[in-house]
């Protein structure tokens, strides 16, 4: 078992790259991540989807472990994209016919149509992360899209009011987060990348929705803010994040944020002393992959601004489009310049 007081432990955001005979990974890189279900994306017959999503992800968990990572994700294997497998599993939601919502470029998307209350029917994930639970020793995080964000993944034709459409996704996100830390999960991370692209809404409601997610929920947890894939969405704002501070005085436990590619100024860590940092130290627009002294480079610019203790090291993003070669030797480097910086510390 990792031990929980490990300096700098390493962790993924969340996603690993799903192997080719699984998932057509070109058609995966030709469109956004979809909002709405994409079984066309899988390669396997459907009587042996389970199976094949199993094997794909013992061996996603045993690579992060052979990498020498300290928390273990599933790798969103079974996943097309980081949200539409919870938001496609709500009561209220009209399968056949989707909808229409601009996505973070500002394109419209085909996203789940709201007809009804959303409400969660069952546990979603319970059984991955079981599975997970089951298949490593070490610490465990499993990933959940954020009430925020699957509001502006969707088009509302019930509710007439995006901020109580965002509660009512935030309630299903918090029954969903308890029975993943009764299924074992030391981390249960909360996917809002939204409130980044669209901080004046998340002001204005999206940050009660998460209060409501995190409310009366006792184990860790994490929220993941972002610019988007790298593969996908190339351009960094130059002036940092649009909505980042505001976590400090929600309830979360850590805060995810990604430094390499942006080249973010870490003094705007000094605005989350109350927060765990989950620092974002590889590039993900470049497929080169990172030296272990470039990593541990990125970890030393957060050091004057963030105790060694309060930081996690992860990737800036999920690795979900990578090539299966770079996001192994990126995760590779990424626990070894970790250990750099442990070693000077210690």
């Known amino acids: 078992m990792t031990n929980v007081n490990t300096l700098l432990p390493t962790s993924l955001v969340g996603s690993y790259c799903q192997p080719d005979w699984l998932i057509d990974r070109e058609k995966l890189k030709g469109r956004f991540p979809p909002r709405t279900r994409a079984a066309e994306l899988w390669r396997i017959p459907s009587e042996q989807l389970d199976e094949a999503q199993n094997d794909a992800t013992l061996v996603a968990i045993r690579e992060q472990e052979r990498a020498g990572l300290d928390i273990i994700t599933d790798g969103e294997i079974r996943r097309e994209s980081y949200s539409n497998r919870f938001a496609t599993a709500l009561e209220g939601v009209d399968l056949e016919n989707h909808g229409t919502a601009l996505d973070r470029s500002g ?26 639970r089951a298949s490593t020793d070490r610490r465990t995080k499993i990933t959940v899209p954020g009430p925020f964000t699957m509001s502006q993944q969707a088009q509302d034709d019930f509710y007439g009011d995006p901020a109580k459409m965002a509660m009512d996704y935030a309630a299903a996100v918090n029954a969903e987060i308890k029975d993943l830390h009764a299924a074992g999960a030391d981390i249960v991370q909360i996917d809002e990348p939204y409130m980044q692209a669209r ?6 409601f999206g940050a009660d929705a998460l209060r409501r997610a995190l409310e009366g929920v006792r184990g860790e947890t994490a929220v993941h803010i972002c610019f988007g894939y790298a593969a996908i969405i190339h351009e960094r704002p130059t002036d940092g994040y649009s909505f980042l501070p505001e976590f400090n005085d929600i309830e979360v436990t850590g805060v995810s944020i990604e430094t390499a590619q942006s080249n973010l100024d870490c003094s705007i860590l000094e605005k989350l002393s109350k927060k765990k940092i989950i620092l974002g130290v590889l590039d993900l627009s470049d497929m080169s992959v990172e030296s272990p002294e470039t990593v541990a480079g990125r970890i030393r610019r957060a050091l004057p601004h963030c105790d060694a203790e309060r930081i996690v090291v992860a990737p800036d993003c999920g690795l979900k489009y990578l090539p299966r070669d770079v996001a192994f030797g990126k995760m590779k480097a990424m626990a070894e310049g970790a250990a750099i910086v442990r070693a000077e510390l210690s």
């Open 107 to 132: 394109e419209p998307n085909p996203v789940p149509r709201v007809v009804g209350p959303i409400r969660r029917k069952h546990p979603v994930e319970g059984a991955d992360m079981k599975f997970l």
């Open 199 to 204: 901080p004046e809404a998340a002001r204005e």
